[in-house]
């Protein structure tokens, strides 16, 4: 009965080659989120789905590109891996407002991409 | 643009003592303020949340209060224990169709038996 769930934990590979992760929740948001960990523990936001429609795209590499098939799921694709993708990816989830607001993001387990 | 700004850590404590970690904000809107938890190896987890302003959040003893007129949400507990050894961040919300998480840089807390 996790709510928001990830895999793979973790994900080693070889700089070059192209991997994804895939998210799911199933709290009936209508909303998800990837965000990336660094090294220093610092978070920041890379894209956000509504409704399965891509509504934050920060400045990411293109190299990046998320999918959302159903408004549960949201994977993340990479290619071309380089040394710098090495992180912690979160996915999250909330439920939209409209003029109140996000209520609260629920966050998955987390991503550790190693790239060698 | 919104910002989020935590006293640098780590902070270490000994058992049962006062803890407060500092956070102010910037923010374009009217944000709704969260401090969220991560425990070694796990992901993030909400510990408390205010939306407006001298609303106090609280959970597990912790307590954190929404003040606009100084842009603060100071994390206080009264009597810290070696479980509450976590990275804690400070993050904020804004109502502007954006509504992405705007995360502190985190402050490492350990705490000594």
């Known amino acids: 009965d996790t709510a928001v769930s990830q895999t793979p934990k973790y994900l080693v590979t070889q700089m070059g080659n192209d991997k994804s992760i895939k998210c799911e929740q199933n709290?009936?948001?209508?909303?998800m989120y990837w965000y990336k960990q660094d090294s220093k523990k610092f978070l920041k936001i890379m894209f956000s789905?509504?409704?399965?429609?891509?509504?934050i795209n920060e400045t990411v590499p293109n190299r990046f590109s998320p999918k959302s098939p159903d408004k549960a799921h949201l994977n993340l694709h990479i290619n071309s891996l380089e040394l710098g993708d090495s992180a912690v990816y979160f996915c999250?989830?909330?439920?939209?407002?409209?003029?109140?607001?996000?209520?609260?993001?629920?966050f998955g387990p987390g991503t550790r991409l190693t790239v060698l | 643009g919104d910002s989020v700004t935590q006293m640098e850590g780590p902070v270490t404590l000994s058992e049962e003592a006062f803890l407060t970690i500092n956070c102010t904000y910037t923010?374009?809107?009217?944000?709704?303020l969260f401090w969220y938890v991560q425990y070694p190896g796990e992901g993030l987890q909400l510990l408390l949340k205010?939306?407006?302003?001298?609303d106090k959040g609280s959970n597990k003893g912790f307590e954190a209060t929404y003040r606009k007129e100084t842009t603060s949400f100071h994390l206080e507990k009264g009597s810290v224990q070696v479980s509450d050894s976590a990275v804690y961040f400070c993050?904020?919300?804004?109502?502007?169709?954006?509504?992405?998480?705007?995360f502190g840089s985190g402050t490492r807390l350990q705490v000594q038996p």
């Open positions: 999250a989830s909330s439920q939209e407002r409209g003029r109140r607001g996000t209520d609260t993001q629920y």
């Open positions: 709290l009936g948001h209508d909303t």
């Open positions: 789905y509504n409704n399965k429609e891509l509504i």
């Open positions: 923010a374009t809107g009217y944000p709704s």
């Open positions: 205010a939306t407006k302003a001298d």
């Open positions: 993050a904020l919300s804004v109502n502007t169709g954006r509504r992405a998480l705007t």
